[in-house]
T-cell receptor, first 114, second 108 residues
């Protein structure tokens, strides 16, 4: 199984600011995924990050709000831009889960916007 | 219709009993199926994966898949209070789609 390190683990941010979340994997992976888990809800896919190309965003998520970088095969960042209290969620980085591969998650970033 | 449906619960079972968790999915071409356990404030932890029809057992856990009925289940035998958590069913094509989760409470 992959070991995924995500940071920060939590943050409290002022509305209108941006936060960048980092995700480091201990092995090279083609695709990395970013999920959001709103309070009391299940996980929703934000985007898929491929190395060397632009991220693919799911319906309801846009690049201006959630820019993603994928500079190499072990690292990705997700930025939550111009935050509002509605962005308060847990953000999770994941690898695997395509084809017949198991998916594993980082420990998550608990974001509170005040 | 949601892509992955689960009963939100809570499902309450006494300690030592069998807990049965169910999940249906809508996409017939889904290839992989997973059960995750999530404790409050923690990230999801993989419990079981299943890729073909039938049963798959791992310790106290058994996953069952019926692709014709588009149905996945998880049985937890000899339930323990430490099993109390939210169980997420996930279905994979190009990425995971999660159900809303079933909250399990095991009563001592």
């Amino acid at each position: 199984s992959a070991v995924i390190s995500q940071k920060p683990s939590r943050d409290i941010c002022q509305r209108g600011t941006s936060l960048t979340i980092q995700c480091q994997v201990d092995s090279q992976v083609t695709m990395m995924f970013w999920y959001r888990q709103q309070p009391g809800q299940s996980l929703t896919l934000i985007a898929t990050a491929n190395q060397g190309s632009e991220a693919t965003y799911e319906s309801g998520f846009v690049i201006d709000k959630f820019p993603i970088s994928r500079p190499n095969l072990t690292f990705s960042t997700l930025t939550v831009s111009n935050m509002s209290p509605e962005d308060s969620s847990i953000y999770l980085c994941s690898v695997g889960g395509t084809g017949n591969t198991e998916a594993f998650f980082g420990q998550g970033t608990r974001l509170t916007v005040v | 219709q949601k892509e992955v449906e689960q009963n939100s619960g809570p499902l309450s079972v006494p300690e030592g009993a069998i807990a049965s968790l169910n999940c249906t999915y809508s996409d017939r071409v889904s290839q992989s199926f997973f059960w995750y356990r999530q404790y409050s404030g923690k990230s999801p932890e993989l419990i079981m994966s299943i890729y073909s029809n039938g049963d798959k057992e791992d310790g106290r856990f058994t996953a069952q898949l019926n692709k014709a009925s588009q149905y996945v289940s998880l049985l937890i035998r000899d339930s323990q209070p430490s099993d109390s958590a939210t169980y997420l069913c996930a279905v994979a094509r190009r990425a995971l789609t999660f159900g809303s989760g079933t909250r399990l409470q095991v009563q001592p």
